[in-house]
């Protein structure tokens, strides 16, 4: 079962949106079920996906070195990916993780869907959780 907060799919489906007819790739982080307030009965330990990391972030320096730069090493355990063109399935040109979310128009949770790094279709459930509250200080 793949976790995924209510806020982060309205997110990422906007991100598709906008960009099509271009693809969307986005790097997603997660929390802990036990951090996070109205995730239900999910187990404390089960991670839920809550954060991205923006598409722009690094393109700079990923153009100039060949390197993806705006994501920490190991920070992600998931990618979210658009597919304009409308098939709901992991494409041999996606970057790999160990959960693959895609979309496909017309960008609502009904064309959303996860699969694991092989390609296989995994159940998904979006949570209503709020992710907790982060500082800079």
């Known amino acids: 079962m793949v976790y995924v907060t209510r806020g982060l799919v309205s997110v990422l489906l906007d991100f598709a949106a906008e960009a099509e007819p271009d693809e969307v790739t986005v790097s997603l982080a997660v929390t802990p079920a036990g951090e996070l307030e109205g995730v239900g009965d999910v187990p404390p330990n089960v991670p839920v996906f809550t954060h991205f990391y923006p598409p722009e972030a690094g393109k700079s320096l990923t153009a100039v070195f060949g390197v993806d ?25 996606d970057d790999l993780h160990e959960a693959i979310l895609v979309a496909v128009p017309p960008w609502d949770e009904g064309s959303l869907a996860a699969f694991d790094r092989s390609g296989r279709k995994q159940p998904l459930e979006v949570v209503d959780a709020e992710p907790p509250t982060e500082s800079l200080a």
């Open 69 to 93: 730069l705006s994501v920490p090493a190991g920070q992600t355990q998931g990618r979210f990916v658009s597919h304009p063109q409308g098939n709901l399935e992991v494409a041999k040109t």
